[in-house]
């Protein structure tokens, strides 16, 4: 059963800084991984989709990254702003089948400072 | 883009009420949604997966009878929770795909905040 992790759990950082949120599953077999940004009380934004069979994915200031062989991927945040408060999710699609769900890990509550 | 709208978007009712939730594909026909379920601080965990014309497939450990889901039509998906009680209080979010081989961004509702007192 896949499983995915997040790391760290929980960040707060000045505005400005650059961050890394890490994401990690345990069944390499996927169909693709995505990062969604979840603001309080509300629903996803989808943030950027990484096909299986790519190495990343970019959009403005954010830029995913997928070593499906080790099971990782990385969110890297550049030059944040008090606007990129959030919980940051990932979730993998499994390869088996069209009917896959997704499987999200808890996620990354990330707070910037103003 | 694509866009999946859900209603409500909060419900609070009494113990032993049943409350639906409507989730509908606004720009595209969805073959098969998703619902998914979220208690606080935890993460979002798939219900089960509703595939048009057909019976829904549930995940381990969540009851059918409880968790009535009907999808009939490709831009409608219904999920009733039945005699609800407070256990079900919980973020209830849909989404939806167009077709099996569909390897787009995967467009998700609102979500419904459901409080059962």
């Known amino acids: 059963k896949q499983e995915v992790t997040q790391i760290p759990a929980a960040l707060s950082v000045p505005e400005g800084e650059n961050l890394v949120l890490n994401c990690s599953f345990t069944?390499?077999?996927?169909?693709?991984l995505q990062w969604f940004r979840q603001d309080p009380g509300k629903g996803l934004t989808s943030l950027l989709l990484?096909?299986?069979?790519?190495r990343e994915q970019t959009s403005g200031r954010l830029n995913a990254s997928l070593d499906k062989s080790s099971g990782r991927s990385t969110l890297y945040i550049a030059a944040s702003q008090p606007g990129d408060s959030a919980t940051y999710l990932c979730a993998v699609r499994g390869s088996g089948g069209g009917a896959d769900g997704l499987t999200f890990g808890k996620g990354t509550h990330l707070i910037i400072q103003p | 883009g694509a866009v999946v709208s859900q209603h409500p978007s909060w419900v609070i009712c009494k113990s032993g009420t049943s409350v639906k939730i409507e989730c509908r594909s606004l720009d595209f026909q969805a073959t098969t949604m998703f619902w998914y379920r979220q208690f606080p601080k935890q993460s979002l965990m798939l219900m089960a997966t509703?595939?048009?014309?057909?019976?829904?497939?549930?995940e381990q450990g969540v009851e059918k009878d409880k968790f009535l889901i009907n999808h009939a039509s490709l831009t409608l998906s219904t999920l009733t929770v039945t005699s609800a009680h407070p256990e079900d209080s919980s973020f209830y979010i849909c989404?939806?795909?167009?077709?099996?081989?569909?390897?787009?961004?995967?467009?998700f509702g609102d979500g419904t905040r459901l409080s059962i007192l």
């Open positions: 990484i096909q299986s069979s790519q």
């Open positions: 989404s939806a795909r167009r077709d099996p081989t569909d390897n787009q961004p995967q467009h």
């Open positions: 069944d390499s077999a996927i169909y693709n």
């Open positions: 509703s595939n048009e014309g057909s019976k829904a497939t549930y």
